[in-house]
């Protein structure tokens, strides 16, 4: 079946360390892509998206992801975590370009101070 | 703050019964979604309407209904509830029909008792 996988579901760090999250995802076509956080208590909000262009993109608050196409990957990655990046966050696919968004199951990030 | 508001915050009530779960987009989108959050299926998606027409279905029950209105708020009603249908529901909005960025609400966490 059509989805998008995130293989770590729990992830715990120490302040500092670095942070990788996978993503893949199953739809074939054109598909854009995004990676979703979720603080405790709040909304969803976004932290990047690719729809074309340079495979590498930065988002907010120091995040980058890169979109293998190859792979059908879209890794979320940071180079020093804080305390304050604990949250939840999911990737998601718009698949063909339709407008709905297909998440993923999450992965809980706890980053201990 | 997302600028998409959605009321009530929390909704408990008993199985059987009917709930509607109110979201009004941000000031100029024109397009809203509904997602399900719950334990065992994540974050899941129900209805998408644009303009005040129904524009996608994805994992929406029939006893699941959503409309949009002239002002462009939308309501999602949920009847004949069942123990199941305890989630968190989100709304989102987003400018057009085509692809953009989603705006996320702070969601409605219902409890069906």
């Known amino acids: 079946a059509q989805s998008v996988s995130q293989h770590n579901h729990h992830v715990i760090l120490s302040e500092a360390a670095s942070l990788e999250l996978g993503c893949n995802y199953s739809y074939g076509g054109t598909v854009n892509l995004f990676w979703y956080v979720q603080y405790p208590g709040q909304h969803l909000q976004l932290l990047l998206k690719?729809?074309?262009?340079?495979?590498l993109v930065k988002g907010i608050k120091g995040f980058e992801a890169e979109f293998i196409k190859s792979k059908f990957s879209f890794n979320l990655r940071k180079p020093s975590v804080q305390w304050s990046d604990t949250a939840e966050y999911f990737c998601?696919?718009?698949?063909?370009?339709?407008?709905?968004?297909?998440f993923g199951t999450g992965t809980r990030l706890l980053v201990s101070p | 703050d997302s600028g998409v508001t959605q009321t009530p915050k929390h909704l408990i009530t008993a199985t059987g019964q009917r709930v509607t779960l109110r979201c009004s987009p941000r000031?100029?989108?024109?397009?809203v979604y509904w997602y399900q959050q719950s334990l065992d299926q994540g974050l899941q998606f129900l209805i998408h309407y644009y303009n005040g027409e129904e524009r996608a279905k994805g994992n929406i029950l029939e006893r699941f209904s959503a409309q949009q209105f002239p002002d462009l708020h939308s309501e999602l009603n949920l009847s004949s509830l069942e123990l199941g249908d305890s989630a968190l529901y989100f709304c989102?909005?987003?400018?057009?029909?085509?692809?953009?960025?989603?705006?996320f609400g702070p969601g409605t966490r219902l409890t069906v008792l």
């Open positions: 690719y729809f074309s262009g340079d495979p």
């Open positions: 989102a909005s987003s400018v057009e029909a085509s692809l953009n960025e989603q705006f």
């Open positions: 000031s100029g989108d024109l397009s």
């Open positions: 998601a696919v718009t698949p063909n370009s339709f407008q709905k968004l297909v």
